[in-house]
C-alpha cells in the first residue's frame, strides 16, 4: 500500500501550485482522499477532502483558493492551490480513509511560499 504526494515546492506569495496523492495497494474508489497540511510549531490541519461520490470539503479559509480534484483512471488525487500565501508554508500530507477500512497516510511533500 502506497500513497505517494508530489508538487510541492518554492513559489512566490501569488503563485499556485498543483499537488498530486497517487495511491497504489488498495481498491481506490473505496477510499475518501484528503489533504492535510503541517506547518512548523502548528498541529497538523485538515486542508480538503474527495469522496469517491465527488463530495468535497474545503477548510473554511481556504475556499476559493484551492480547489480538490480526483481521476479514478489513475488513482490520484490532485489539490490545486492559487493565491498562495506564505502562512500556506507546510508540510501537505495525503491521507486515505474509508468505511471500516484502514487509514493509510502518504510521506508529506513541502510548500514554501516566500513573501
Known amino acids: 500500500v502506497q500513497l505517494q504526494a508530489f508538487g510541492g515546492g518554492l513559489v512566490q506569495a501569488g503563485g499556485s501550485l498543483r499537488l498530486s496523492c497517487v495511491a497504489s495497494?488498495?481498491?481506490?474508489?473505496?477510499?475518501?482522499i484528503g489533504w492535510f497540511r503541517q506547518a512548523p510549531g502548528k498541529e497538523r490541519e485538515g486542508v480538503s477532502c474527495r469522496s469517491a461520490d465527488g463530495t468535497t470539503y474545503y477548510a473554511d479559509s481556504l475556499k476559493g483558493r484551492f480547489t480538490i480534484s480526483r481521476d479514478s483512471a489513475k488513482n490520484t488525487v490532485y489539490l490545486q492551490m492559487s493565491s498562495l500565501k506564505p502562512e500556506d508554508t507546510a508540510v501537505y500530507y495525503c491521507?486515505?480513509?474509508?468505511?471500516?477500512?484502514?487509514?493509510?497516510w502518504g510521506r508529506g511533500t513541502q510548500v514554501t511560499v516566500s513573501s
Open positions: 491521507k486515505a480513509s474509508g468505511s471500516f477500512k484502514p487509514i493509510y
Open positions: 495497494g488498495f481498491t481506490f474508489d473505496d477510499y475518501s
